[in-house]
């Protein structure tokens, strides 16, 4: 099993199992500081957005596992990742041990899958093939 494979695996199982944490709250209540409830009941004052998170994490570690449409998951990832890497600096800084993971795991996988995006940091090139 090589790096990336395991890289892959492993963002998959973070994306499923903190999407299904969003959705079910499964893992139970955490202890989370004030300001970081007041951000998660202003997120649930919003309706849909919450559960439709969740949902796009789920799927987005579903297609990571499967090994179908990585690159795509692999996008999509790096914004999940993003937010909550910002939510934990902000605030919760203790719990950003798994967001650091995601980060880790999302970078060897870009890595691994660096020919599937080289077109999108290739514009001279295909500028000039389109002419």
Do not use: C, H
């Given at each position: 099993?090589?790096?990336?494979?395991?890289?892959?695996?492993?963002?998959?199982?973070?994306?499923?199992?903190?999407?299904?944490?969003?959705?079910?709250?499964?893992?139970?209540?955490?202890?989370?500081?004030?300001?970081?409830?007041?951000?998660?009941?202003?997120?649930?004052?919003?309706?849909?957005?919450?559960?439709?998170?969740?949902?796009?994490?789920?799927?987005?570690?579903?297609l990571l596992l499967a090994d179908r449409l990585v690159p795509v998951a692999a996008g999509v990832g790096f914004v999940i990742?993003?937010?909550a890497i910002i939510y934990h600096v902000v605030f919760h800084p203790k719990g950003i041990m798994f967001a650091l993971l995601g980060l880790i795991a999302?970078?060897?996988?870009?890595?691994?899958?660096r020919r599937e995006f080289r077109m999108i940091f290739m514009r001279e090139k295909r500028v000039a093939r389109e002419q």
């Open positions: 099993m090589n790096v990336g494979k395991v890289a892959r695996l492993t963002l998959g199982l973070l994306f499923v199992l903190f999407g299904l944490q969003g959705l079910t709250g499964f893992m139970g209540e955490r202890m989370l500081p004030e300001i970081a409830n007041s951000a998660i009941e202003m997120i649930d004052g919003l309706l849909f957005v919450r559960p439709f998170l969740a949902l796009l994490t789920i799927l987005t570690g579903i990742i993003l937010a999302w970078g060897v996988l870009i890595y691994d899958y």
